[in-house]
């Protein structure tokens, strides 16, 4: 398993941006599906974004599409979440996540496909 360190979270206007990194540890990032999670308090985890392990293809929720872009720098081990235009219901603890696996375009929606979590980093967006 792989250690995933995220930062850059914080509170946030409504309409403004942020972006959130995470860096992993070890020699093969590049072989790494990674993807984004979030969870608002007493709600489940739920799926934000993903980056595959090969082509770099990102995925999104449909909540965030069109506002959220996920980036991977492979030489610096690091995945990023830009966060642009946040709303409230965007507020949430945000978790970085590794999958060493193909996955599918439903697998990678699960939280059970991966197996490498981050602490989180809480994200609040006022409004």
């Known amino acids: 398993q792989k250690q995933l360190v995220e930062s850059g979270g914080g509170l946030v206007q409504a309409g403004g941006s942020l972006r959130l990194s995470c860096t992993a540890s070890?020699?093969?990032?590049?072989?790494?599906?990674m993807g984004w999670f979030r969870q608002a308090p007493g709600k489940d985890r739920e799926f934000v974004a993903t980056?595959?392990?090969?082509?770099?293809?990102?995925g999104y929720a449909a909540s965030v599409k069109g506002r959220f872009l996920i980036s991977r720098d492979n030489a610096k081990n690091t995945v990023y979440l830009q966060m642009n235009d946040p709303k409230p219901e965007d507020s949430a603890v945000y978790y970085c996540?590794?999958?060493?696996?193909?996955?599918?375009?439903?697998?990678?929606?699960?939280?059970?496909?991966?197996?490498?979590w981050g602490q989180g980093t809480q994200v609040t967006v006022s409004g």
């Open positions: 996540a590794a999958s060493p696996l193909f996955l599918t375009t439903v697998s990678i929606q699960l939280p059970s496909s991966y197996e490498s």
């Open positions: 980056i595959s392990r090969s082509t770099g293809t990102p």
């Open positions: 070890g020699r093969t990032f590049s072989s790494y599906t």
